[in-house]
């Protein structure tokens, strides 16, 4: 192989990395069409990104219905193939709330977290809001708002996706799934991020959801139990977290989360 085929080859190795950050989980024959090439060669550069520890094979959770043979294999960014993603600009944005810590403390970046979070939430309520009205979707289906939030997220750069879980069962409800988070670098040294999201997406869902794993806590992707409700319950208070129970799903690695979904997080 010369130099123009080797520099070829690297950056197509590149859009399939980068397309698993951005829509992972995500299948070989998915990507074989999304980014225009053929399915062997696709399963060749996600072979050689899982072997240099870049991507891994996402398992997802057992469904009470699902056809015969088995489902195809599908990839998610690892925590080193995330950090590829970081720039200047995240080591810039902890260093300053760092700093903002130390000389005002952590309630003003809890209050800073809350704030961003807050845009965050309206520009997605008002995406959700329009996709629902697009389709003529019920405004009090949590099934249709789960799949208007996913796709809102994914339009934020979070690669999100919406599955049903539990079906049949007394734990039925929706997985909301997030492969990629664009401040995940800062989620990582201050959780209260994550527990200001998690909060957005209650209030958006109107019913209280559960988070169950964080990119930032070291999980391959950022996981939310949404049961299925009514409409109109909002985000749950502290004691309402402390008294939840997690519905159980397969973890994609052998580490315990240190971000339990339940409670507060800790610096």
Avoid: W
Wanted: glycine share 8%.
């Amino acid at each position: 192989m010369n130099l123009v085929e080797m520099h070829s080859e690297s950056r197509t190795r590149d859009r399939v990395r980068r397309a698993v950050g951005e829509q992972g989980p995500v299948s070989a024959s998915t990507l074989a069409k999304e980014l225009g090439l053929t399915p062997a060669a696709v399963r060749r550069h996600l072979d050689a990104l899982e072997l240099a520890g870049v991507i891994a094979e996402y398992e997802a959770p057992a469904r009470a219905k699902r056809g015969r043979g088995r489902p195809a294999r599908s990839y998610v960014l690892t925590a080193l193939g995330q950090d590829q993603f970081r720039s200047t600009y995240d080591d810039v944005a902890t260093a300053a709330l760092h700093y903002l810590a130390d000389t005002v403390g952590e309630q003003a970046v809890e209050s800073f977290a809350d704030q961003q979070m807050s845009v965050l939430e309206t520009r997605l309520r008002a995406a959700v809001e329009q996709q629902l009205a697009d389709t003529g979707a019920d405004p009090d289906d949590v099934d249709a708002r789960a799949e208007a939030l996913a796709a809102a997220l994914s339009v934020e750069g979070y690669a999100a996706s919406a599955r049903p879980v539990g079906q049949g069962t007394g734990l039925a409800g929706i997985q909301l799934c997030q492969g990629h988070c664009p401040v995940r670098s800062v989620a990582s040294e201050f959780r209260h991020f994550c527990d200001a999201e998690t909060d957005a997406i209650s209030r958006i869902l109107g019913v209280h959801v559960q988070r169950l794993a964080t990119l930032a806590g070291g999980e391959h992707v950022c996981t939310t139990f949404v049961p299925t409700g009514a409409v109109g319950t909002g985000p749950p208070s502290d004691e309402e977290r402390a008294k939840a129970r997690p519905y159980v799903i397969p973890r994609t690695t052998d580490r315990t989360t240190d971000h339990p979904a339940d409670e507060r997080s800790t610096r």
